[in-house]
């Protein structure tokens, strides 16, 4: 009987956490998030030690990030017409 009694008293812990864990970090107002200042380190391009700081607000980090992957979906959605072009302007291959 002990065994089955510290088995329900483990599954309902192991419950309770896994719902613990389920719930979002924070219950802030999302406009107060907004305004909230986050500084990231960047890589500098063509450095292994050179680093950049970068600090916005979190709005501005999810309007850079939108920005960032419309120009990816751009660049890879373009359509290449002339993929035999010649140097003095001629196409055809």
């Known amino acids: 009987m002990n065994a089955k009694a510290a088995f329900a008293v483990s599954a309902a812990a192991l419950v309770t956490a896994a719902a613990v864990m389920a719930q979002p970090a924070g219950s802030r107002d999302p406009a107060v998030d907004a305004n909230r200042k986050i500084c990231r380190g960047m890589s500098d391009v063509g450095s292994r030690l050179s680093r950049s700081r970068a600090c916005h607000t979190a709005?501005?980090?999810?309007?850079?990030?939108?920005?960032?992957?419309?120009?990816?979906?751009?660049?890879?959605?373009?359509?290449?017409?002339n993929v035999c072009m010649h140097p003095d302007g001629a196409t055809g291959c």
């Open 59 to 81: 709005a501005e980090w999810a309007e850079l990030r939108r920005q960032t992957k419309q120009n990816v979906d751009h660049i890879q959605n373009a359509r290449v017409f």
